[in-house]
């Protein structure tokens, strides 16, 4: 009995103390609160829960950034979730430079929230949701104090979508911390740097002038973190003198990291290699300078084409799109509409010269309007911190898919298995009057889409310069095109002398019309290989069955011509097609089989990185920027790149080949091409040692222009990488 009343009397207390020892929300460790915030009391099915881990620091005390500097680490948390519940990574506030002693920390004092966010999956189950998370940390001074606990916060998994109650001190302090996270590089920021003995030399346009700027480097062993960024403010942006870490070997392919400029704006840039131009350098004790009055920075020219800078000038840049419009007539994409043109021609060959510049000038309007809306939707979604560039619509499944069916059902027409006109009205002769300069629009239009992929010579340069400017300059740059594009027909409906040249009309004109449909399936055969190619077999599988839904739908209004039924009935069937190229990418949708290809004949797939470090061991470096719906590109490869002396020419001089495949956006191709001047494929880039910008080559290619450029390659560089590649 004396036993059990003294066990009691010891369980007791210890009972009372349990409560305390429960995980919390929050702990408190040397120097430190720590506390885990979430933001709604309940969590809703299928729907984003933002959430944050809370530091409260003592005067002098801080905590790290992702990249802590010259010593230190970051928070960490490792989490243990209900299932159907999953959270992001710690988002990372724009920090501060912390100096101590002879070193230089990036951190936080005083305060700061780690954003993140919790997704509640639909299949998650209703009831409690204990979100337990172990959270590690170091807190710094002089000396550092590693700490670590157990967090936890109990929420209800709602069984139905509501609007759940949040803590006014809980979204306020969420709300100041998001704020404070870097956004996106916007559009139309343009970063380059420029690689010195000892310095970087960095140089933003922001649209105006900067009098504020610091950046923390996103990567350990870069730069010099205490030295001083020197800055200099230039008319519309401007220019920091980085010191390079004493340990680099090797100059970056990217300068990444975060920019804070005046007022708390905070941005993640990266930036390419470039030249800085009109800035002259700040001397390490730098006096009040003046700003400079020229230009900040300036693209990386390249040997070997036409400069996309602004030097270049809209009258040249437009001469040079409308030039790349005429020869794009001849480029094997636009080739099936030459056909659908020449069908127009000799069924308009008959009529007045009125009629006939009527088609011309309705025609030219369908490419112009089609141009305009392309390259307003580009801007806009360049605007909205999107980088895409020129065909980047070809790199979106559903449109391939949607452009394959299209294709497709015109081409059932031209063979004869119904007639679009007899489906869609019953009307006199007047009518078809009007749908014949319908059908001339559209043609236009459908000469812009499909000509989009492809990029003729003397096209390129246009283009990227074009993009890099002002909403205006870019719209007048691809009105030039556009007109190019349109004015070899143009030139035969304004020529009434040429006209004549054609055949009477006559019954041949139906088996025109139907061999016209070969071109145009072949195209669709072309379309369906970019599909298998990018998105894979089932991907394809589901293409191949909305092409038998849309014979169907053929079939009916070839079978009950001018029915209304009919018609219904292919419309829904239509219908269901639209939704299939919608849903099955996203569903059925597998990894791109493209990346075997790259690496056969020695391809290697190309990353920044990975030109880097060629360029540090001293090899030429040779870059296919390519895309597998870019039919110029498919060409140039058969016709040069795979031929057997390019080949041997590239293994004679030890060029490493690197294939760059943009048939799925890519944010850093897209950056990489925006640097060389270029915002589509084709674009080759011949990295030579010793030259820190590349030469560029043709757009279509020739055995003989590869081989000779290679040829050029300087003597010893061929022999100093033949060496290294015999070491090995």
Same mark, same amino acid.
């Given at each position: 009995?004396?036993?059990?009343?003294?066990?009691?009397?010891?369980?007791?207390?210890?009972?009372?103390?349990?409560? @305390?020892?429960?995980?919390?929300?929050?702990?408190?460790?040397?120097?430190?609160?720590?506390?885990?915030?979430?933001?709604?009391?309940?969590?809703? +099915?299928?729907?984003?829960?933002?959430?944050?881990?809370?530091?409260?620091?003592?005067?002098?005390?801080?905590?790290?950034?992702?990249? @802590?500097?010259?010593?230190?680490?970051?928070? +960490?948390?490792?989490?243990?979730?209900?299932?159907?519940?999953?959270?992001?990574?710690?988002?990372?506030?724009?920090?501060?430079?912390?100096?101590?002693?002879?070193?230089?920390?990036?951190?936080?004092?005083?305060?700061?929230?780690?954003?993140?966010?919790?997704?509640?999956?639909?299949?998650?189950?209703?009831?409690?949701?204990?979100?337990?998370?172990?959270?590690?940390?170091?807190?710094?001074?002089?000396?550092?104090?590693?700490?670590?606990?157990?967090?936890?916060?109990?929420?209800?998994?709602?069984?139905?979508?509501?609007?759940?109650?949040?803590?006014?001190?809980?979204?306020?302090?969420?709300?100041?911390?998001?704020?404070?996270?870097?956004?996106?590089?916007?559009?139309?920021?343009?970063?380059?740097?420029?690689?010195?003995?000892?310095?970087?030399?960095?140089?933003?346009?922001?649209?105006?002038?900067?009098?504020?700027?610091?950046?923390?480097?996103?990567?350990?062993?870069?730069?010099?973190?205490?030295?001083?960024? +020197?800055?200099?403010?230039?008319?519309?942006?401007?220019?920091?003198?980085?010191?390079?870490?004493?340990?680099?070997? $090797?100059?970056?392919?990217?300068?990444?990291?975060?920019?804070?400029?005046?007022?708390?704006?905070?941005?993640?840039?990266?930036?390419?290699?470039?030249?800085?131009?009109?800035?002259?350098?700040?001397?390490?004790?730098?006096?009040?300078?003046?700003?400079?009055?020229?230009?900040?920075?300036?693209?990386?020219?390249?040997?070997?084409?036409?400069?996309?800078?602004?030097?270049?000038?809209?009258?040249?840049?437009?001469?040079?799109?409308?030039?790349?419009?005429?020869?794009?007539?001849?480029?094997?994409?636009?080739?099936?509409?030459?056909?659908?043109?020449?069908? $127009?021609?000799?069924?308009?060959?008959?009529?007045?010269?009125?009629?006939?510049?009527?088609?011309?000038?309705?025609?030219?309007?369908?490419?112009?309007?089609?141009?305009?809306?392309?390259?307003?939707?580009?801007?806009?979604?360049? @605007?909205?911190?999107?980088?895409?560039?020129?065909?980047?619509?070809?790199?979106?499944?559903?449109?391939?898919?949607?452009?394959?069916?299209?294709?497709?059902?015109?081409?059932?027409?031209?063979?004869?298995?119904?007639?679009?006109?007899?489906?869609?009205?019953?009307?006199?002769?007047?009518?078809?009057? +009007?749908?014949?300069?319908?059908?001339?629009?559209?043609?236009?239009?459908?000469?812009?889409?499909?000509?989009?992929?492809?990029?003729?010579?003397?096209?390129?340069?246009?283009?990227?310069?074009?993009?890099?400017?002002?909403? $205006?300059?870019?719209?007048?740059?691809?009105?030039?095109?556009?007109?190019?594009?349109?004015?070899?027909?143009?030139?035969?409906?304004?020529?009434?002398?040429?006209?004549?040249?054609?055949?009477?009309?006559?019954?041949?004109?139906?088996?025109?019309?139907?061999?016209?449909?070969?071109?145009?399936?072949?195209?669709?055969?072309?379309?369906?290989?970019?599909?298998?190619?990018?998105?894979?077999?089932?991907?394809?599988?589901?293409?191949?069955?909305?092409?038998?839904?849309?014979?169907?739908?053929?079939?009916?209004?070839?079978?009950?011509?001018?029915?209304?039924?009919?018609?219904?009935?292919?419309?829904?069937?239509?219908?269901?097609?639209?939704?299939?190229?919608?849903?099955?990418?996203?569903?059925?949708?597998?990894?791109?089989?493209?990346?075997?290809?790259?690496?056969?004949?020695?391809?290697?797939?190309?990353?920044?990185?990975?030109?880097?470090?060629?360029?540090?061991?001293?090899?030429?470096?040779?870059?296919?920027?390519?895309?597998?719906?870019?039919?110029?590109?498919?060409?140039?490869?058969?016709?040069?790149?795979?031929?057997?002396?390019?080949?041997?020419?590239?293994?004679?001089?030890?060029?490493?080949?690197?294939?760059?495949?943009?048939?799925?956006?890519?944010? $850093?191709?897209?950056?990489?091409?925006?640097?060389?001047?270029?915002?589509?494929?084709?674009?080759?880039?011949?990295?030579?040692?010793?030259?820190?910008?590349?030469?560029?080559?043709?757009?279509?290619?020739?055995?003989?222009?590869?081989?000779?450029?290679?040829?050029?390659?300087?003597?010893?560089?061929?022999?100093?990488?033949?060496?290294?590649?015999?070491?090995?």
């Amino acid at each position: 009995m004396r036993f059990f009343r003294l066990a009691l009397a010891f369980l007791v207390p210890l009972a009372a103390c349990l409560p @305390a020892l429960a995980a919390s929300s929050s702990a408190d460790g040397p120097h430190v609160h720590v506390q885990l915030v979430v933001l709604p009391q309940e969590l809703s +099915r299928g729907g984003t829960a933002h959430a944050g881990l809370y530091f409260k620091l003592e005067p002098g005390w801080h905590v790290y950034w992702k990249n @802590a500097g010259d010593a230190g680490q970051p928070p +960490r948390i490792h989490w243990t979730l209900p299932q159907g519940v999953t959270a992001s990574d710690l988002e990372f506030p724009a920090p501060q430079r912390l100096p101590l002693g002879p070193l230089m920390d990036f951190g936080y004092e005083n305060e700061v929230l780690f954003p993140l966010a919790l997704q509640v999956a639909q299949t998650a189950k209703p009831g409690p949701a204990p979100l337990q998370a172990k959270v590690s940390w170091l807190v710094c001074q002089a000396t550092c104090i590693p700490g670590k606990a157990d967090l936890e916060v109990d929420r209800e998994i709602a069984g139905h979508q509501g609007k759940s109650t949040v803590l006014v001190s809980d979204q306020a302090l969420y709300d100041r911390f998001a704020a404070r996270l870097p956004k996106p590089q916007p559009h139309l920021f343009k970063a380059v740097f420029q690689p010195e003995k000892s310095d970087f030399r960095l140089a933003v346009v922001t649209g105006q002038k900067e009098d504020s700027a610091v950046f923390f480097p996103a990567d350990q062993g870069i730069l010099d973190n205490p030295a001083a960024q +020197r800055l200099t403010p230039t008319p519309r942006g401007f220019v920091l003198d980085l010191r390079k870490d004493a340990g680099l070997t $090797a100059n970056p392919a990217e300068l990444k990291g975060v920019l804070e400029l005046a007022g708390g704006r905070a941005y993640e840039i990266a930036a390419l290699p470039g030249m800085v131009k009109g800035v002259p350098a700040v001397a390490d004790e730098p006096a009040a300078a003046s700003p400079a009055s020229g230009a900040a920075m300036s693209p990386a020219p390249a040997a070997g084409r036409v400069s996309s800078s602004s030097s270049m000038g809209l009258f040249s840049a437009a001469g040079l799109a409308f030039l790349g419009g005429l020869l794009l007539n001849l480029m094997p994409c636009v080739f099936p509409v030459l056909f659908l043109k020449g069908l $127009a021609l000799v069924q308009s060959g008959s009529e007045e010269r009125r009629k006939l510049r009527a088609h011309g000038f309705v025609y030219t309007l369908g490419i112009v309007v089609s141009f305009w809306i392309l390259v307003g939707v580009l801007l806009g979604l360049r @605007a909205a911190g999107t980088g895409l560039g020129w065909g980047f619509q070809f790199q979106s499944p559903v449109f391939l898919s949607l452009m394959a069916g299209l294709l497709f059902f015109l081409g059932l027409s031209l063979a004869g298995q119904f007639e679009i006109g007899l489906t869609l009205t019953s009307t006199g002769g007047s009518l078809a009057t +009007r749908q014949g300069y319908t059908g001339s629009f559209f043609t236009g239009v459908l000469a812009v889409i499909v000509a989009t992929p492809c990029t003729a010579p003397l096209m390129g340069a246009a283009v990227g310069y074009a993009l890099a400017q002002p909403a $205006a300059v870019t719209f007048a740059v691809f009105t030039a095109l556009a007109l190019g594009l349109a004015a070899p027909y143009v030139a035969l409906t304004l020529q009434p002398a040429w006209t004549r040249l054609l055949p009477r009309p006559g019954a041949w004109m139906d088996v025109l019309k139907q061999a016209i449909s070969v071109p145009i399936f072949a195209t669709v055969i072309w379309l369906a290989w970019v599909v298998a190619q990018a998105y894979g077999a089932s991907v394809l599988a589901a293409l191949l069955g909305s092409f038998l839904l849309l014979a169907i739908a053929g079939w009916f209004l070839g079978r009950w011509p001018a029915r209304r039924w009919s018609t219904a009935v292919a419309i829904g069937i239509v219908l269901v097609v639209i939704a299939v190229s919608a849903l099955a990418p996203r569903r059925l949708s597998t990894a791109s089989e493209a990346s075997s290809v790259t690496e056969k004949q020695g391809w290697e797939p190309w990353s920044a990185e990975t030109v880097a470090r060629y360029q540090a061991q001293g090899r030429p470096v040779f870059v296919d920027f390519t895309a597998s719906w870019c039919l110029s590109c498919q060409v140039n490869e058969r016709v040069a790149l795979s031929q057997t002396q390019v080949q041997q020419a590239f293994a004679d001089a030890n060029v490493a080949l690197l294939r760059a495949d943009w048939t799925r956006h890519d944010d $850093a191709i897209t950056q990489a091409l925006t640097a060389l001047g270029r915002d589509g494929v084709p674009a080759y880039a011949l990295y030579v040692p010793g030259n820190s910008t590349p030469q560029m080559l043709p757009e279509v290619l020739t055995p003989g222009i590869v081989t000779n450029a290679l040829v050029a390659l300087p003597r010893h560089a061929n022999q100093s990488s033949a060496r290294a590649s015999a070491l090995k």
